[in-house]
């Protein structure tokens, strides 16, 4: 287990709209929403800036819905190599903080900073430094949040956008993260929170202490139980890694279409065989994927490929197909026929089933204890939690489910 870490999550506040408007700076006091700019106005939103979220504007609304509510919205069309360009120009200015730099995705990442701390006063002053001058300098507004590892850190930056610093410390989950909806929590889609809610799962505290864990396991499947489970009590312990993107393995499939193809339901149902087959050889190989990838040929010989990297592994096809289906709703556009389309897995890595830790504290009691400051916190754990906290907290540790 790592021992007091310092995490940061750095997420940019409206990333493509934010691009958009650092090359064109006349937009700045409008609303911006980047988007296909299709004739029936179809297409759905991929980054509204901060403007037209406070009109009540959000992703994936189609630009028509968007109009109803402000017809004078800027509609500019993606430019995704050119979010590339600047979502690397960032990255190196994180690299120059530190090496221990994890991309999530073209808009976020995570950094170790326990040994960069050190040289500074404190974290936060650390924070407001990265904020400022990405702000400043590249004209990119992020979040930023700090916590004890990924997922706390990953919560906190949610937590206030634009421009926000968060704190998220393990041992105030209770007040943070517990009173959140469900669907608040990182890894929980519109899909997962249903099921959530179809057993009486509302709040994280509400999964937290959710009495039958295999009842979460059949719903959720084995591992986004595990994994939602210890990050509802605050627990991750995968390391911010710098060398995941690396990762070369892939699984993929294609199919090129003997004729032009502009039905709808064609195409998802070939999505639908695709990804059939990829998640076969993912079982397979008893693997499980982080990204995925959806590729599509227009008969005028364009092509798209687009990703989307997760934090729960996909194993089973139904989650896989959601994510090509989302990928394929954001990306497609219904005016051109269609040639080939092209499903992918990378990021992949052997499905290991993580155990669960029920008393987060207790991590902390065991790394005290050697430095025999353990009547402290029996102290403070009594003062937080009540007296006779720590039994209850032994006794539910002997009773760890393990999978
Ligand atoms: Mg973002």
């Known amino acids: 287990m790592q021992k007091g870490r310092i995490i940061f999550h750095i997420d940019m506040n409206a990333f493509f709209a934010s691009c958009e408007i650092k090359r064109r700076p006349e937009l700045k006091n ?3 929403v980047v988007a296909r700019n299709d004739e029936q106005r179809r297409a759905i939103i991929l980054s509204p800036n901060y ?3 406070d009109k009540g504007i959000k992703t994936t609304m189609s630009v028509k819905e968007a109009m109803k509510i402000d017809p004078y919205i800027v509609v500019v069309e993606p430019d995704h190599a050119y979010y590339s360009e600047i979502s690397k120009t960032f990255m190196k200015f994180l690299y120059l903080i530190t090496d221990q730099v994890e991309q999530g995705s073209i808009d976020e990442a995570y950094l170790d900073v326990t ?4 040289k500074v006063e404190n974290p936060l002053m650390l924070a407001q430094y990265i904020q400022t001058t990405l702000y400043e300098k590249f004209d990119l507004p992020c979040s930023i949040g700090i916590g004890p590892n990924k997922f706390l850190a990953k919560m906190a930056s949610n937590y206030k956008k634009p421009l926000g610093i968060t704190i998220f410390r393990k041992r105030e989950i209770e007040k943070t993260i517990w009173p959140m909806d469900v669907g608040k929590m990182y890894g929980v889609g519109p899909k997962t929170k249903a099921k959530l809610n179809s057993i009486g799962v509302k709040t994280i505290k509400d999964l937290a202490t959710y009495p039958d864990y295999n009842r979460l396991k059949t719903v959720l499947g084995n591992v986004s139980a595990s994994t939602l489970y ?6 991750d312990d995968s390391k911010v890694d710098p060398n995941r993107y690396e990762d070369v393995q892939s699984i993929s499939n294609s199919n090129t279409f003997m004729y032009d193809v502009y039905d709808v339901r ?3 149902q070939m999505l639908k065989v695709l990804v059939n087959t990829v998640s ?14 959806l590729q599509i040929k227009y008969g005028n010989f364009t092509s798209i490929s687009r990703n989307k990297t997760v934090s729960i592994p996909v194993t089973e096809t139904g ?3 959601e994510i090509v289906e989302e990928l394929f709703i954001e990306n497609y556009d219904e005016t051109k026929a269609v040639r080939l389309l092209g499903v992918g897995l990378a990021k992949l890595a052997p499905r290991i089933e993580k155990e669960i830790k029920q008393i987060s504290f207790l991590d902390n009691l065991e790394e005290i204890e050697s430095e025999t400051q353990i009547d402290n916190l029996v102290k403070d754990v009594e003062e937080k939690f009540g007296k006779g906290i720590i039994k209850k907290g032994y006794y539910r540790k002997d009773n760890v489910r393990k999978d």
């Open 30 to 32: 409008k609303a911006v």
């Open 51 to 53: 403007i037209a979220r």
């Open 115 to 118: 040994e960069t701390v050190k």
């Open 230 to 235: 210890n990050w509802a009590w605050g627990n």
């Open 266 to 268: 064609e195409l998802k």
């Open 280 to 293: 076969d050889r993912l079982e397979k190989e008893k693997m499980q994927a982080y990204t995925v990838s």
């Open 319 to 321: 989650e896989i197909y």
